[in-house]
């Protein structure tokens, strides 16, 4: 039986054999980090968000966040994790921003409040002028949410805040800018951080709708497991109900996205596997009017003539 | 000499504090939340089912907090009997919630205030995370680059811990945080359906079944956590507790304190609490009065009545008012200032001798820190109850998988009435949070959230009395009076979440 000393010795001959000179170069080349410089810098700035889409991006498994802001990206700055705050982080937003950082990409999470603008500060500045100021200098941007995209839910019909997403705000003042939409209440991880492995990969993703193509090209209900049931007119009655959600409401119908094959959590689990209906998170009309409800449980029956 | 302090950051979002700074001692705090989006008002003439999946987007940190709260009180405003799998389906959602953010505010979001982040450089030992962590900072380091390993560098100026081995091992617990709390999440969302912002989550319960193979999935992850907080969490809040000790007097607010109870113990909503609910002034404990909360805004952007009961609330944005400097109204129990959070849990529920794991947490830890309860009233003691609420939470939540009925309902029968009203109140991991919804024509025709960051970090109410975190903040010296690492670690330790605070 081989002893520990022994053992040891053979696991550090092992290692040194599986060490990165020995190895293929394709093999090498996989596991080499990228080059820093080529990598993007990310400011990552929110509006008039809940912070629920940089808690999903936490929840990312492969590649883990970590690795996401550092190797991937270089997140020189991000409200929930910056180490620094007060003037020393507004230097380092305005030094970005100013163009006097080099390159770097826009992260933007929450919706502009168009009407109220000091319903949103950073400092001593709005968020909107921030966004102004950025259009000038950054190479492009990432809108992270349904919020960010389409002003979702603080835009909900009867809000005071005139809020609107950053294609909006960018066009109502004649701002042309690489804007990629990452749609959901919250994002999925995998739909912002891929994203961004694409773009430092081999470029900007295919789009469709300011969207990447890979993520948002088929609906929810397209893909469902549950599609079957739909086609055999096995409907779930109530909620709790296993079948087709549609009569209780499901907007897989009208919600393109891939969550009923990339799932959540790790691949846990999503909405409808746990029988709960799609709210159409991750559509452009989100929560937007109040007589179209999520659910139709308390719907009165139409009467025709 | 006035300082702003914001952005202040590793909290959730706009938050301001200015504050005045003499001979080295903040004498006055103002904390200005920054961010207004008017839930309540859009929320009017909506379906009430909706409300639960529009108020958890008040905040992606605790969203099911906010889904609970708003399912009780739409249970009570329909008059639901809940089967006993749907309130454990609840508790176990929720409580896994609360353990995830708990570990993130630790490790993600106040680390770094006492954690040396440059003693990675010197590791010498052999664990591929933090091999990799020191490479990286040494890179970035050595590049010519503006800012540098951000976004951990730079830092604001003061005392970070010394010893070496207590950094680092800190910081491998730092990234082993980044996968526990995604573990927490996960078993949330078993039967959540998704986390953050749960679709599964309905008054009467959820859609969920309680299947076996869900309900050891969710054992398994949560026994991953449970153990994590045992072995790496507590000794880490000790460990800083120890090498910080003077923060054991720093940071005391200067009210009550106010807790509204966590996870019922049965299905009914008056039942039981896991954590006893209670109001707290001057060493006693008297049962918790709703009509007693009303929320003043002499100080805040609105220019709608002040000193209103919750039922009666109103909300009309000025942003121009004058002499307002808050988007945050200023909630008052019986006009007084109270703290939420967790140490009001913790010292509600151990005044009433209510938990006995409370009771004896509290006690071992107080013999080892040679503190007395009064001291959980600062920064090091909002962070200890963090850990005892982990402690206490995980194990109930162990026991409550077991009294799952396999294959039994999870939802009550949802029937909405025309009108009703109802308070839910619960405890976000924050503290207190109380949803008021009232029906007409099966429309929301008010809805009312008070939120613990409303409490904890409102500006001054109609009597000039300063909220719990500006009633901590003054007084505090400072060294660096333009960076205030002091001001900033009591600013960390009520955890604000200022999406919560204004909605």
């Known amino acids: ?305 | 000499m006035k300082i702003d302090l914001g952005p202040v950051t590793r909290i959730e979002g706009h938050l301001n504090v200015r504050t005045t700074v003499e001979n080295g001692v903040v004498t006055d705090a103002q904390c200005m939340s920054e961010m207004f989006r008017g839930f309540e008002v859009f929320l009017q003439g909506r379906d009430p089912l909706d409300a639960q999946q529009i108020t958890q987007r008040i905040c992606g940190v605790c969203p099911y907090a906010h889904a609970i709260a708003s399912s009780y009180a739409q249970e009570k405003a329909y008059k639901l009997n809940v089967p006993p799998n749907g309130r454990i389906l609840h508790n176990l959602i929720q409580g896994a919630n609360h353990l995830y953010d708990y570990l993130l505010h630790f490790y993600q979001l106040s680390a770094l205030d006492f954690v040396d982040v440059t003693a990675i450089l010197s590791y010498t030992g052999r664990d591929a995370d933090l091999l990799k962590v020191k490479q990286w900072v040494k890179a970035e380091l050595d590049r010519n680059k503006p800012f540098p390993a951000a976004p951990f560098l730079p830092r604001l100026e003061g005392k970070y811990l010394a010893d070496r081995d207590l950094n680092i091992g800190a910081l491998k617990h730092y990234l082993e945080a980044m996968e526990l709390q995604k573990k927490a999440n996960r078993a949330a969302a078993i039967f959540g359906g998704k986390f953050p912002h749960s679709t599964g989550i309905f008054p009467g319960g959820c859609t969920q079944e309680a299947r076996i193979d869900l309900i050891v999935a969710y054992q398994s992850l949560l026994s991953e956590v449970r153990q994590f907080i045992h072995d790496k969490y507590i000794p880490d809040v000790t460990a800083v507790a120890m090498a910080f000790p003077e923060y054991w007097r720093i940071g005391a607010s200067k009210g009550g304190f106010l807790s509204f109870g966590l996870l019922p113990l049965t299905p009914a909503l008056d039942s039981k609490r896991l954590l006893a609910p209670g109001v707290l002034f001057d060493g006693q404990v008297s049962p918790v009065d709703l009509a007693k909360i009303s929320q003043d805004v002499k100080y805040s952007k609105y220019s709608s009545p002040s000193r209103l009961p919750v039922r009666d609330s109103a909300l009309t944005p000025a942003p121009h008012k004058e002499g307002a400097y808050s988007w945050a109204k200023a909630p008052r129990y019986a006009g007084k200032v109270v703290e939420v959070g967790p140490a009001a849990r913790i010292l509600i529920d151990y005044q009433q001798g209510h938990n006995p794991m409370v009771r004896d947490l509290v006690n071992k830890f107080a013999a080892l820190a040679g503190i007395t309860t009064a001291n959980l009233n600062s920064v090091l003691g909002r962070h200890l109850a963090r850990a005892i609420n982990a402690a206490v939470i995980a194990d109930f939540l162990l026991a409550e998988t077991e009294r799952l009925e396999h294959g039994g309902p999870t939802m009550a029968n949802l029937a909405v009435p025309q009108s009703g009203e109802g308070y839910g109140i619960t405890e976000a991991s924050r503290g207190a949070l109380l949803h008021y919804l009232r029906m007409e024509n099966q429309k929301i025709a008010k809805y009312e959230c008070v939120v613990p960051t409303t409490w904890n970090a409102s500006p001054r109410d109609d009597q000039g009395q300063p909220g719990a975190m500006e009633s901590a903040l003054i007084g505090t010296r400072v060294e660096n009076a333009e960076e205030q690492i002091e001001s900033v670690r009591i600013v960390h330790s009520f955890d604000p979440c200022i999406a919560c605070a204004v909605h």
Not at chain 1, 40 to 66: D, F, N, R, V
Not at chain 1, 168 to 176: A, P, T, V
Not at chain 1, 220 to 225: A, F, I, K, M
Request: net charge positive.
């Open chain 1, 1 to 305: 039986m081989l002893d520990r000393r022994n053992f040891l010795k053979m696991a550090a001959a092992l290692s040194a054999a599986f060490g990165v000179q020995g190895m293929p170069a394709p093999v090498a080349a996989a596991l080499k980090k990228l080059d820093p410089g080529a990598v993007p810098k990310l400011i990552y700035l929110q509006g008039l968000s809940c912070t629920g889409c940089s808690i999903s991006l936490l929840q990312a498994e492969s590649p883990s966040p970590l690795a996401m802001i550092t190797d991937y990206s270089q997140l020189a700055f991000h409200a929930d994790l910056s180490a620094i705050s007060g003037k020393k982080a507004l230097d380092l937003i305005e030094r970005y921003i100013s163009g006097n950082a080099g390159e770097y990409f826009l992260a933007v999470e929450g919706a502009i409040p168009e009407k109220i603008p000091e319903a949103c500060l950073i400092g001593h500045k709005t968020f909107a002028q921030y966004l102004e100021e950025a259009a000038k200098t950054m190479t492009g941007a990432v809108a992270v949410g349904a919020c960010a995209c389409d002003g979702g839910i603080p835009a909900a019909e009867g809000n005071l805040t005139g809020a609107i997403g950053l294609k909006e705000f960018y066009g109502k003042r004649g701002i042309k800018k690489l804007i990629v939409n990452i749609r959901g209440c919250s994002v999925h991880p995998d739909w912002v951080w891929h994203t961004i492995i694409h773009l430092v990969k081999v470029g900007v993703p295919e789009l469709v709708n300011d969207a990447p193509k890979l993520f948002y090209s088929r609906k929810v209900h397209e893909l469902c497991p549950r599609y079957h049931d739909f086609q055999q007119e096995i409907f779930a009655k109530k909620l709790g109900d296993k079948g087709c959600l549609f009569k209780l409401g499901c907007l897989g119908p009208d919600t393109y996205a891939d969550c009923p094959t990339r799932w959540w959590n790790g691949g846990r689990t999503w909405c409808i596997d746990s029988n709960a209906p799609c709210i159409g998170c991750a559509s452009p009309t989100f929560a937007r009017k109040k007589n179209i409800p999520f659910y139709r449980i308390n719907e009165k029956p139409v009467t025709n003539g």
